[in-house]
Each structure stands twice: as structure tokens, then as C-alpha cells.
């Protein structure tokens, strides 16, 4: 029997009674706590835990046996506790009243100190098995607590990864949508073009048409045509980090220097990222190639740098910067801000799907996820650490080529 069932609360207002209960637990190995005076009994019951065994007489000035039985049956979230009621009482009435107050038992008195040792012990076994449905009742609550506050969670989480991806199936429409108007507008504007060199020197001849008219078709027409010209690239640009964003576009490796990867990384990150923050990109032009999915390894800067962008919202000086070094046969790759960091025991968790801090609306925690994802299938690492001033440094590792195997393409 472990020792918190070894203590026992004895009260008894007749001095030489108690004083042979008190020995007997003593010589059975028990703590005990003895009251002489049952209002202080009362009040002791009321002021703090109790011990799992409590002896009480029941006939006792002040406050009698049951009305303290009463009082440990009404503490809420109690411990449990076993009541032994000593009495001389033997009307089978009384009996019941007693065991109505909250009793266990009860012991007669002249009390047989052979009959006490047995009920003894029964009550032990009692509290033992009491107290470890006890201690699984609080166990299994504490876990449905948990549960229930994880389900919740993840219910949340849901709701935004469906969201996300509405948003991403409504981002594919838009792209697909806007791409139709945008090629025949470039189809049209090359056609203007053609037209505009036929009749340039035709107006320039004209004498119908005042000079001053003349000279104001003639040098703004060409400007307006550029001007379409390179609204229409642009258009192009964001369907095509759309498309990229929400995974439409085939993996298709090909052959990459990095620096023209971080700056359209940095391009489609810019609005985003705000006017306050600076951005230092220190990408060496001798890096070796990478053949690599660009879109893809874009996405990862993209997210990357988004993330250093929401660390940053109340630095007053924030910095992202963005480097680029070469070892024998791999290139890494830094994104490295100086805001919050990540806290040292949340290095290992910003990996794992629907981890983040962010608050309802601004995170899923799928980035870094579906980062790793596609660092792993291009045969790359990527790790976070916190550097020296404390914002988050995250390296992309990704295998480089050759020199003669280097023949890079566009970035469009
Ligand atoms: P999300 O951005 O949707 O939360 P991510 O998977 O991209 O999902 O990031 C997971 C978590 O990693 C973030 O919620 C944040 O706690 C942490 N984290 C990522 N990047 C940084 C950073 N640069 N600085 C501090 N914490 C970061």
C-alpha cells in the first residue's frame, strides 16, 4: 500500500478512546491527525485535503459525526475519502442515517480493535481502486479536453486549406480568363505597329492636318503603342505567377542561373512586402547553374520571403536579405530577415503541415510544407535556423551543375 493510504484523520471528543485509536494506526504504519475538539475537526475538514481514511465518532458536542461526514461530502472536486463512523448506536434506523450522511461504515462501540484492523482494510483496497479510477477519470478528461480543443484546431485549419484552395481554383480561372483577352490584345498591338510604320510618313506628308496636330500624333502614338506593349507584358507576368502559385504548370526543369530566379522571386514579392522593407540581394554572377523547375524553386523564395515579411510588420527597420554561396558540387541559398525569429523549440515544428502562428486568416501553414516538398524533389535541403541578431535565417540547398553542362534559360 503506497503511502498516501497510510494517513488517517481520527476524531473522537472521549480523550482515552482516541489516544487507542491514534496508537493503532501509529503501530500500523499509519500518519495520523487526531481532534479532541470536533469543531476544530470541522473546521479542518473545510480548510484543506484530506486523508484518503477519516475515523469519526458520531455522538460529540458542537459539532456530532455526521454533521462533519456532511461537511466532506460537500467539498466539490474532493479527493476520494473513506468515512468510518464509530458509534453505540445499534438501531438499524441510526444506522442508515449515518450511512445517509455520507458513511462508509460503521464500527460499534465497545470498539474490538480485531473487527477496526479488518474494516481497515477493506477501506484501503477501497481508496486504492477509488483513487486510480480517480487518477484515470482525470487522465482521460484531461486528454478530451485535449481533443477537443485539437479537433477544433484542425477544423479551423481545414476551413482555410479549403479556402486557400478555392481561392487557388479561382486564381487558375482569373489566369485563364485574362490570358484569352491579353494574346489577342498583343496580337492586335504588333498589328497597330505594322500599320503605324506604314502611315507614319504618310501623316508626316499630309497637308490636310495642322502641324501642330501632326507633330503630337507623331510623337505620341509610338510612345502610347510601348506603353500598351508594356502593360501587356505585365499582364503576362502575373498570369504567369498565378499559374505558378496555384501548382497549373507541369514541373519542367531546365536549366537556371539563380540571380534571375531571386529577382522575379523578389518581382511578384514586392507590393507584398511593402516600402518600408529592404531588400539586399548579394547573388555572386559566377554561381554555378541549376536545372531546376523555376517556377517551382520561385514559389519556395516567394513563400520564404513572405514569411520574413509578416516576422518584420512591427520592426521599425526591416531588412530581408537575400544570398547566394557555392560549395563543391551544391549551391545554398539565404533568406535571412532580422525580425522575431522562430522560437528554438518551434524549429522542428514550422515544418509539419498546418503548423502556424498566424493569426486566422493570414497563415495555413502549408508554406514551408509544400517548401520542403519541392526543395526534397529537386534532390535539395532546407533548414531554418535564427541567426546572431535573431531574425530567421532559412538556407535552400540545391545540387549545381557543371560548368559545361550550364547553358541557362530565361526566366520569363
Ligand atoms: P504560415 O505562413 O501559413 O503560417 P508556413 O508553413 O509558411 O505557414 O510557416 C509556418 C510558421 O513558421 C509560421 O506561422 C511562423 O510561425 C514560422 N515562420 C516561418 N517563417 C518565419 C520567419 N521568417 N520568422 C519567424 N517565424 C517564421
Known amino acids: 500500500m503506497g503511502e498516501a493510504f497510510r494517513q488517517v484523520l481520527i476524531v473522537d471528543d472521549d480523550p482515552v478512546t482516541l489516544r487507542i485509536l491514534e496508537r493503532c494506526f501509529q503501530n500500523w504504519g499509519f500518519q495520523v491527525e487526531a481532534f479532541v475538539d470536533s469543531e476544530l475537526a470541522l473546521k479542518r475538514v473545510a480548510a484543506r485535503s484530506l486523508p484518503p481514511l477519516i475515523i469519526l465518532d458520531w455522538m460529540m458536542p458542537n459539532a456530532n459525526g455526521l454533521e462533519i461526514c ?38 460499534s462501540k465497545p470498539i474490538n480493535i480485531d473487527v477496526l484492523k479488518s474494516k481497515v482494510k477493506v477501506a484501503e483496497q477501497l481508496m486504492r481502486r477509488e483513487m486510480e479510477i480517480e487518477i484515470e477519470r482525470r487522465y482521460w478528461n484531461l486528454h478530451a479536453e485535449q481533443m477537443e480543443a485539437l479537433a477544433e484546431e484542425r477544423a479551423k485549419q481545414l476551413v482555410h486549406a479549403d479556402r486557400m484552395s478555392s481561392i487557388g481554383v479561382m486564381a487558375a480561372g482569373i489566369a485563364h480568363e485574362v490570358n484569352n483577352p491579353t494574346a489577342f490584345i498583343s496580337g492586335n498591338v504588333q498589328t497597330l505597329e505594322k500599320i503605324w510604320s506604314d502611315i507614319a510618313p504618310e501623316i508626316e506628308g499630309a497637308k490636310n492636318i495642322t502641324e501642330q496636330k501632326k507633330e503630337f500624333i507623331l510623337e505620341e502614338t509610338p510612345k502610347m503603342l510601348e506603353g500598351i506593349k508594356n502593360g501587356v507584358k505585365r499582364i503576362s507576368k502575373i ?7 496555384v501548382h497549373q504548370t507541369e514541373a519542367e526543369r531546365s536549366v537556371h542561373s539563380i540571380g534571375p530566379l531571386v529577382e522575379h522571386a523578389l518581382e511578384l514579392t514586392r507590393n507584398s512586402l511593402g516600402k518600408k522593407v529592404t531588400v539586399i540581394t548579394e547573388i555572386p554572377e559566377e554561381l554555378p547553374c541549376v536545372f531546376v523547375d523555376a517556377q517551382k524553386i520561385e514559389q519556395v523564395l516567394v513563400n520564404l520571403m513572405v514569411n520574413a515579411g509578416h516576422a518584420l510588420e512591427k520592426s521599425e527597420a526591416p531588412v530581408i536579405r537575400l544570398s547566394a554561396t557555392k560549395q563543391e558540387k551544391t549551391i545554398s541559398l539565404f533568406v535571412q530577415d532580422n525580425g522575431s525569429g522562430i522560437p528554438d523549440d518551434k524549429l522542428d515544428k514550422i515544418w509539419v503541415p498546418f503548423f502556424t502562428t498566424k493569426e486566422v486568416g493570414k497563415g495555413t501553414g502549408l508554406g514551408l510544407h509544400i517548401c520542403r516538398d519541392i526543395i526534397e524533389a529537386h534532390d535539395g ?32
Request: hydrophobic residues 40%; without cysteine; charged residues 20%.
Open 239 to 245: 498570369v504567369l505567377g498565378l499559374k505558378g502559385f
Open 70 to 107: 456532511s461537511a466532506i461530502r460537500s467539498r466539490e472536486n474532493a479527493s476520494p475519502t473513506y468515512v468510518l463512523m464509530i458509534t453505540s448506536k445499534t438501531e438499524s434506523e441510526d444506522l442508515i442515517e449515518a450511512l445517509d450522511s455520507g458513511a462508509h461504515d460503521f464500527l
Open 381 to 412: 535541403q532546407i533548414t531554418a535556423t535564427n541567426s546572431d541578431d535573431g531574425g530567421a535565417l532559412f538556407q535552400v540547398i540545391l545540387p549545381s551543375l557543371n560548368q559545361s553542362e550550364a547553358v541557362p534559360q530565361e526566366v520569363e
